[in-house]
């Protein structure tokens, strides 16, 4: 009989030597504490460094650790759709490879499903969730950026949530599969794209404060923001022509 964990944790990697050895070692020693079943899908995503290589060695110590380890880049929101479907947890939580939020944000996150939410996904910014705090502010360029991302976001796609880029969500199993098996987009404009998915399809999302640790090596760049701001206006013209109803 197929075993389904309570907790799947995905974490999406491209070229994350210097890091993931880290954040395994965080998110095991976490879930080792937890008096639920869980498991851990490290999805590599084209990486051409070492990453492979580590989480590998990592699965001796870790029992529950599987690796998916694709050979070409495809993106964030392509590694993490291929994650949210193969894993097998009644709740799929998807996090950065950085550990830039903590897998002991899941603590707040539990109790809403254990009243039966459905989307439960973590926020940097105070006005959706008090007590959001950010470790260390961005550059005043990226906070330009987005900015008014947000407000492209909020007349486009997704009202109501100030920050919907945060690599902290969550999903109930069912939910998870009918939404990631819709989503297209592959690359940073995922998660708008699953948010907008979740309100069309009546979900409730709730949301938590998070303490966010910017990372000084991020690989997310000016011209990302520039692409995710092409992906908003992708999925809004998906949804007006009905495009995920078939």
Known sequence: MEN??????????YNEEKTISTTLLAVDQYLQKQNFESEILLVSDGST???????????RSIKDLRLIDYKENCGKGWAVRQGMLKAK??????????????VEHFDKMKPYFDWGANVVIGSREDRDA????????????????????????H???VRGIRDTQCGFKAFSA???????????IN????????????????YKIEIIPVY???????????????????ELLQVWWWFLTDVYKS
């Open 174 to 184: 069912a939910v998870a599969e009918n939404i990631f098996s819709k989503t297209k």
């Open 212 to 230: 966010w640790i910017n990372n000084s090596d991020s690989r997310v760049h000016i011209k990302d923001y520039l692409m995710t701001f092409k």
């Open 130 to 153: 008090k007590g959001a705090k950010q470790a260390v502010p961005q550059s005043h360029l990226k906070q330009l950026m987005g900015d008014a991302g947000n407000l492209l976001i």
């Open 187 to 202: 690359r940073w404009g995922f998660d708008i794209e699953a948010l907008a998915l979740a309100n069309k399809l009546k």
């Open 49 to 59: 460094d070492k990453t492979a290589e580590i989480v590998t060695d990592f699965q």
């Open 4 to 13: 389904h964990p309570y907790l799947s944790v995905i974490i999406p990697a």
């Open 155 to 157: 007349l486009f796609a």
């Open 89 to 102: 947890g009644q709740v799929r939580l998807f996090m950065d490879a950085d550990n830039a939020t903590t």
